[in-house]
């Protein structure tokens, strides 16, 4: 039996990425032996969560040492020159892969993976993916695989990114020295292969990671947004001023956001500003986020950017119509049946909720359950298979 690793920075926490983690680790320990090593601490393991103990997977839990300071100085005082000169060569980029990713610790790592003796390792995301290329020769002939979880735009863009413009060069030849490097949407892979034709990555949609519930009857009046409250991100902000607008010329409408994170006292403040106590209304993170779709009749996704919009797919398996910033995993994944508006055009976004309080609703409810069906989990494990030559 094939022994597959998954290295997660968590895997016991609430978020899009742990979720799909469990949902693909689950569908790979029925035909592999599969493990999880994760920067958890052992006092956060709760199976139940995304029903992990329904599967037979182990659990590694990792945390780097500490390095001394001549290392430290050393690495950091390397790591600075590339990022202020950005040299393009690949020399430079690998002296900056050893650098931003000390000995000490890049062998600390080394020992965990290779006591596994596994035959594939996948990294749960960029920076992840990016360290196991570093030392993907010490990985004892392992297949090493990158899993990158956000969009192209948000990793590298000048706005909205988490390595930034200036170490895209980098990451690239980083990632080029992996097996395979798995991307979310089709849009991601053109842009890198538009960036680095020598870089071909696969694309492998996100499966639908719950168990739908009932679908929605369309009657309730009331717009639903779900996701994590991180800064500037989903754009929960612009939605409530969006509301605002709308709520101006619409008394009877409401909207539902659930979720959490730092940004929840900017969208308090926000419904305190306008006065929208009584038509807007913050719910915390559940396991039954199955009810809140059912009980909706309009999703929203208002966000910046995304990786790949998971929550388009749950609505959808709901029967529910979608409003959508006008993101490319969005049009990928929705094509024509999306109402889409300009990203972070609070106005457009307001007209657009107008909009969807006159749509066929019957007509549309059907074709989301058509759409979501492509993403059902058979059909997504399948790829994931023949990636692995299981």
């Known amino acids: ?75 950091r005082a390397y790591s600075g020159y590339y990022q202020k000169m950005t040299p393009q060569c690949r020399l430079a980029s690998i002296l900056y892969g050893y650098s931003s990713f000390p000995y000490t610790i890049r062998k600390a790592l080394v020992k965990e993976l290779r006591s596994g003796h596994y ?52 990451y690239v030849f980083q990632f080029r020295k992996l097996d395979h490097v798995v991307l979310l949407c089709q849009h991601d892979a053109e842009s890198y292969h538009d960036y680095d034709p ?29 996701g994590r409250f991180s800064r500037g991100h989903k754009g929960f902000d612009l939605l409530i001023e969006a509301f605002h607008l709308f709520a101006q010329h619409n008394q009877e409408w409401k909207l539902d956001i659930v979720g959490e994170g730092e940004e929840e006292t900017l969208y308090r403040s926000l419904i305190t500003k306008y006065h929208l106590e009584e038509r807007v209304f913050i719910h915390p993170f559940t396991n039954n986020i199955q009810d809140y779709y059912s009980q909706a009749q309009v999703y929203v996704l208002s966000s910046r950017w995304e990786g790949f919009g998971l929550v388009l797919v749950e ?40 909009d969807a309080t006159h749509i066929d609703w019957s007509a549309k409810s059907q074709e989301a359950l058509q759409i979501a069906h492509k993403f059902d989990v058979a059909n997504i494990i399948t790829q994931w298979k023949t990636l692995l030559d299981i």
């Open 1 to 75: 039996m094939k022994r597959i690793c998954f290295i997660v920075d968590s895997i016991f926490s609430i978020g899009g990425v742990q979720r799909v983690t469990a949902v693909i680790a689950k569908e790979l320990s029925k035909v592999a032996d599969v493990t999880i090593v994760t920067f958890d601490k052992p006092e956060m393991m709760d199976t139940s969560l995304y029903r992990l103990n329904e599967a037979n997977i182990s659990y590694r839990f990792f945390s780097y040492p500490p390095i001394g300071k001549i290392e430290r100085t050393l690495c």
């Open 198 to 226: 020598k870089f071909k990555p696969t694309v492998i949609y996100n499966p639908l990671t719950l168990h739908p519930g009932k679908p929605s009857e369309g009657n309730t009046k009331r717009f639903l947004a779900v």
């Open 315 to 354: 609505a959808m398996a709901h029967g529910l119509p979608v409003v959508s910033s006008d993101l490319p995993t969005s049009k990928e994944i929705m094509g024509s049946f999306g109402l889409y508006f300009k990203s972070e055009d609070v106005n457009h976004l307001a007209q657009r909720l107008e």
């Open 119 to 170: 035959d594939v390792i996948i990294g749960g995301h960029a920076p992840l993916s990016g360290r196991l290329a570093t030392m993907k020769e010490s990985l004892q002939g392992a297949k090493v695989i990158g899993w990158v979880h956000n969009s192209f735009e948000a990793l590298f863009g000048n706005v909205f990114h988490y390595i930034g413009a200036v170490r895209k060069r980098h």
